[in-house]
Nanobody
Framework: QVQLVESGGGLVQPGGSLRLSCTAS????????MGWYRQAPGKQRELVAT???????NYADSVKGRFTISGDNARNTVDLQMNSLKPEDTARYYC????????????????WGQGTQVTVSS
């Protein structure tokens, strides 16, 4: 199976920065897509940023210009650099990976991490 482990969350003041990291491990042949999503209390989980195997990225409008996603295909990791944090960024952040488990297979599987809490407050 595949495991995703996130790290880097915490408490930060408005305007501050945090860096989240996620590492995928297990029976992985390749990862087609990795990304970060977040869920605030009482709200639905929403996309923050994704990065595809080829390096193309996608961001939610609310984080464009403030957050940067980066990935390392060799290490199966994805990071999220979050700058100029706002109280509305407070949420539990989850890592997601779209994984191919076997060579020669076109089947893709989606895996989620357990999440890491980000709290932006003075």
């Amino acid at each position: 199976q595949v495991q995703l482990v996130e790290s880097g969350g915490g408490l930060v003041q408005p305007g501050g920065s945090l860096r989240l990291s996620c590492t995928a491990s297990g029976s992985i042949f390749s990862i087609n897509d990795m990304g970060w999503y977040r869920q605030a209390p009482g709200k639905q989980r929403e996309l923050v940023a994704t990065i595809r195997n080829g390096g193309s990225t996608n961001y939610a409008d609310s984080v464009k210009g403030r957050f940067t996603i980066s990935g390392d295909n060799a290490r199966n990791t994805v990071d999220l650099q979050m700058n100029s944090l706002k109280p509305e960024d407070t949420a539990r952040y989850y890592c997601k990976a779209i994984v191919v488990l076997n060579a020669g297979s076109r089947n893709q599987y989606q895996y989620w991490g357990q999440g890491t809490q980000v709290t932006v407050s003075s």
